[in-house]
C-alpha cells in the first residue's frame, strides 16, 4: 500500500504565489513519475504539471511559465510551485504518483492523494 499525502494551498489572491507539497511512502521499490492534476465541479480532472525519475517535465499550457514542478527522489516527494495565479487556476489539487511496489515481483501502481484546496480571489 502506498500513501500519498498533499500540503499546501488554501486562499491566495490573484498574481499571489503558493506552493503544493506531496509525500508518497509505504511499500514503493521505485517511482517512476508523480504529477499534480486539477479538478473543479463539473469537469474533469486535468493535467497540471508531472515530472519523471529522470527529471522529465510536462506541463498545462495553461500554466506554463507560470508553475514549476520539481522533486525529491529520495524523498519520493514532488512540489508544485505556482507563480502569477489567476482565478482560474482555482481548484482541488491532486498528487498522483505511479511506480512500483515492493515485493517478489514488483508490481505497478497508481495512486492519488486526497486533494487540496487551491483557492484564488480576484
Known amino acids: 500500500q502506498v500513501q500519498v499525502v498533499e500540503s499546501g494551498g488554501g486562499l491566495v489572491q490573484a498574481g499571489g504565489s503558493t506552493e503544493l507539497s506531496c509525500i508518497a511512502a509505504g511499500s514503493i521499490f521505485s517511482i517512476n513519475a508523480m504529477g499534480w492534476y486539477r479538478q473543479v465541479p463539473g469537469k474533469q480532472r486535468e493535467l497540471v504539471a508531472a515530472i519523471t525519475n529522470d527529471g522529465s517535465t510536462n506541463y498545462a499550457n495553461s500554466v506554463k511559465g507560470r508553475f514549476t514542478i520539481s522533486g525529491d527522489n529520495s524523498l519520493n516527494t514532488v512540489y508544485l510551485q505556482m507563480n502569477s495565479l489567476k482565478p482560474e487556476d482555482t481548484a482541488v489539487y491532486y498528487c498522483?504518483?505511479?511506480?512500483?511496489?515492493?515485493?517478489?515481483?514488483?508490481?505497478?501502481?497508481?495512486?492519488w492523494g486526497q486533494g487540496t484546496q487551491v483557492t484564488v480571489s480576484s
Open positions: 498522483n504518483v505511479k511506480g512500483h511496489g515492493l515485493g517478489q515481483v514488483p508490481k505497478i501502481f497508481d495512486y
